[in-house]
């Protein structure tokens, strides 16, 4: 069979999918994921070592999406100014400078270096997530966007999975849990088993430089479509607007506001949910440790994968925005029962909820992305949508203020049930709207 010539079309969009690069793309989706679930453990780690109040361990995730927040729209202009492959391999060389800086951390042995460390590994992070998220909905024909980026998450829940087990095996150790042994220890001992234990979370980090310098390389050595769509002559000057004139315009369009902050809310409860799992489960069974009770998160990641096929199979027979209105209230019921049962099937139930984040972030992220109608703002809607990551830097840190203030870890998941009740109203918003669109000449019609 003749090989189909690859075209781009003047949306950016391309006449067919190169298989190659669409999958070498997609495993850019389990890298990330595994530095972020990398943070649960930390937190589970650092809260002892360090002696931390629950709101201070979830600075781990504010400093992790604070630079996501920060580097953004710094991410997009570089995109405007070269292509999605550049802003991937610098995303790759700040993960690589970020993983390596857990070496002086670990000897260091200070909460600050530590964040310090995260911080690096979320600004290269952001470039990754902005390139990527948009490039896996551009690289192929524009009506298989939506269709593509869930493909490409679906590579997430793998990459997660890696890092609990990573954090399990390497972090963790056996016995009882690290609170345990830490308070039968003098003051001394325990100073020196808590170094010896900050040394351990090096080693994920040790396996994951050698992992991204091979993609590093696989990335300069493939050649990519640029997917940018084309200035109309009608520009005067012809080139792409400034960020001013693109943050005017995105501001003035509710649909997309609206999309922003139920991302905002969403990427926050699902940090939230997994940063205090592994804590939820040893608060309510003391007798288990730290490397039992991560057991749990791969549940959770693993309930997370299968979620995206339930989630892709109802979608493919009902609109995106019914599913996810469904997924919410059954969300916010579970949530529920994790706030107020006072036993460990609170933990399965925290569990549960994983499978319902499924298709959350694409989906959001996705349709609020087709809302913009003319696509010269496309690379600046997207970094504004991966800022709505910064969700994940204030959320948990919310929760962890409300366990501290109530003295109840499972009361403060209420936090996170607030946020699926919003994240429900919004699909529940676009639900009526796309009813609206589609109702007047009775015949589907594509959103833009």
């Not at 260091?108 to 990527?132: R, V």
């Not at 829940?157 to 990573?166: D, E, K, N, Q, Y």
């Not at 460990?344 to 087709?370: D, H, K, N, Q, R």
Request: with cysteine; aromatic share 16%.
């Amino acid at each position: 069979m003749k090989k189909q010539k690859l075209i781009q079309l003047p949306d950016g969009y391309l006449n067919h999918t190169p298989i190659f690069q669409f999958i070498l793309l997609s495993l850019l989706f389990p890298l990330w994921a595994v530095a972020a679930s990398l943070n649960d453990i930390l937190i589970a780690q650092f809260k002892h070592v360090f002696e931390l109040s629950d709101f201070a361990s979830a600075l781990v995730q504010s400093a992790f999406y604070g630079g996501y927040f920060l580097i953004a729209i710094p991410a997009s202009m570089v995109i405007k100014k070269t292509n999605y492959k550049f802003a991937i391999i610098t995303g790759l060389l700040f993960y690589i400078v970020g993983c390596s800086l857990f070496y002086p951390a670990s000897h260091m042995a200070t909460y600050t270096m530590f964040l310090f460390a995260i911080f690096s590994i979320a600004i290269g992070l952001g470039f990754l997530e902005t390139a990527a998220n948009t490039y896996s909905s551009m690289i192929g024909p524009r009506k298989y966007s939506i269709l593509r980026l869930n493909i490409s998450q679906t590579f997430y829940p793998l990459g997660a999975i890696s890092g609990i087990l990573l954090g399990k095996y390497l972090v963790f150790q056996e016995g009882a849990s690290l609170e345990a042994r830490m308070a039968a220890m003098s003051p001394e001992e325990a100073q020196a088993f808590g170094l010896k234990m900050l040394e351990n979370t090096l080693e994920p980090y040790r396996y994951m430089i050698f992992v991204l310098i091979g993609m590093l390389i696989l990335f300069l050595l493939t050649k990519f479509p640029s997917c940018k769509p084309e200035m109309k002559s009608s520009h005067a000057s012809g080139k792409s607007p400034g960020i001013m004139k693109a943050l005017k315009y995105l501001g003035g369009n509710k649909r997309f506001r609206k999309g922003v902050a139920a991302q905002f809310l969403y990427v926050g409860m699902q940090v939230t949910v997994w940063s205090f799992t592994i804590r939820l489960a040893l608060d309510l069974n003391p007798d288990i440790n730290e490397r039992t009770a991560s057991t749990f998160m791969v549940y959770s990641f693993s309930a997370f994968f299968a979620g995206k096929f339930i989630a892709n199979f109802l979608m493919a027979r009902f609109s995106p925005a019914k599913v996810l209105v469904c997924y919410s209230i059954i969300g916010s019921a579970l949530l529920a029962y994790v706030a107020f049962v006072p036993n460990m099937t609170a933990v399965y139930a925290a569990v549960g909820v994983s499978m319902l984040f499924g298709p959350c972030w694409a989906t959001i992220y996705a349709e609020t992305l087709e809302v913009i109608q003319d696509k010269k703002y496309t690379e600046t809607a997207g970094a504004i949508l991966v800022m709505a990551i910064v969700g994940g830097a204030f959320i948990p840190a919310l929760q962890g203020f409300a366990s501290d203030f109530f003295g109840s870890m499972q009361l403060a998941f209420l936090v996170s049930m607030a946020c699926f009740i919003y994240v429900g109203f919004y699909f529940f918003g676009e639900m009526k709207t796309q009813k609206v669109t589609v109702e007047p000449s009775k015949e589907p019609v594509t959103t833009i």
